[in-house]
């Protein structure tokens, strides 16, 4: 009988054991899974805070395209070869302009993909924060 008991105290030993290690490895994947939680929300506010930045960019470019196709309108409409002497200085000028509002444009347009790309990435990021945290609380409850 004696060593039915000693048996059965073992038994319950090891039981107790295993459901303590079962328990600490849940937990420990669940911390695992918080931590990659923060990494993503830290990731999350770096991106928000870029593309914030970038929109203030696009503003300043917006507002430098809107100048320069006015500048350039202005200068393609004044532009007149009834004087021999200044039809080249003009071109050159009228060219010049163009040139610089054809930049600015592609400025413009490469700021406009940038921020869409990064509103995708932050969308991403998003959904993977919503499955994540799902998984967490579903875990802990």
Known sequence: MKAKLISLVFALGFVMI???????????????????VVRLNA????KKI???????????????????????NRT???????????TAKDARNTAKILRQTEAAN???RRSNL?????ERDIL???EKLKNLQYAVEIKEN
């Open 18 to 36: 295993s459901i303590n290690g079962t328990a600490q490895q849940q937990d420990l994947k669940t911390l695992k899974q918080q931590s990659q």
């Open 114 to 118: 940038k921020i869409e790309k990064m």
């Open 124 to 126: 991403k990021l998003e």
């Open 106 to 108: 592609k400025d413009l």
């Open 76 to 86: 393609t409409n004044k532009f007149s070869t009834s004087d021999p002497r200044t």
């Open 43 to 46: 990731d999350l506010v770096t």
């Open 50 to 72: 870029d593309l914030e930045k970038e929109r203030q960019n696009n503003l300043k470019l917006s507002e430098e395209v809107k100048y320069l196709d006015k500048k350039s």
